[in-house]
C-alpha cells in the first residue's frame, strides 16, 4: 500500500505562484508513473499532470500548461507541481496520485487531498 501525503496548499492572489508536494511512503514509488488531479467545486476530478517513472516524460492538460511544471526526487520519494499564473479557474482540491491509469483516467494510489484558492 502507498500514502501519499500532500503539502503545499493554501490562498494565493490571481497571477501568484505556489509549489505543491506529494510524500510517498512506498520505496516503490520510483517505479510508478506520478500525477496530479483536481477536483473543482460541482465538477469532476479531472486530469492535471503525470511524469513517467525516469523523470523522462511530462504530461499536462492544456488548461494548465505553459503555467505548471510537474517533478520529481526519487530520492526522497516525493514528487512537486510547480503552478504560476495562478487563475481563478485554478482553485479546486489538488490530489496527487501514483500509479496512474492508462490515458490518465484515474489513478491506483491517491493523496487526501489539498486545497488551493485563488482569488481574483
Known amino acids: 500500500q502507498v500514502r501519499l501525503v500532500e503539502s503545499g496548499g493554501g490562498l494565493v492572489q490571481a497571477g501568484g505562484s505556489l509549489r505543491l508536494s506529494c510524500a510517498a511512503s512506498e520505496r516503490a514509488f520510483g517505479s510508478y508513473t506520478m500525477g496530479w488531479f483536481r477536483q473543482a467545486p460541482g465538477k469532476e476530478r479531472e486530469f492535471v499532470a503525470a511524469?513517467?517513472?525516469?523523470?523522462?516524460?511530462?504530461y499536462y492538460a492544456d488548461s494548465v500548461k505553459g503555467r505548471f511544471t510537474i517533478s520529481r526526487d526519487n530520492a526522497r520519494n516525493t514528487v512537486y507541481l510547480q503552478m504560476n499564473s495562478l487563475n481563478a479557474e485554478d482553485t479546486a482540491v489538488y490530489y496527487c496520485?501514483?500509479?496512474?491509469?492508462?490515458?490518465?483516467?484515474?489513478?491506483?494510489?491517491w493523496g487526501q487531498g489539498t486545497q488551493v484558492t485563488v482569488s481574483s
Open positions: 511524469i513517467s517513472w525516469s523523470d523522462v516524460t511530462t
Open positions: 496520485a501514483a500509479d496512474l491509469a492508462a490515458g490518465f483516467k484515474g489513478s491506483r494510489y
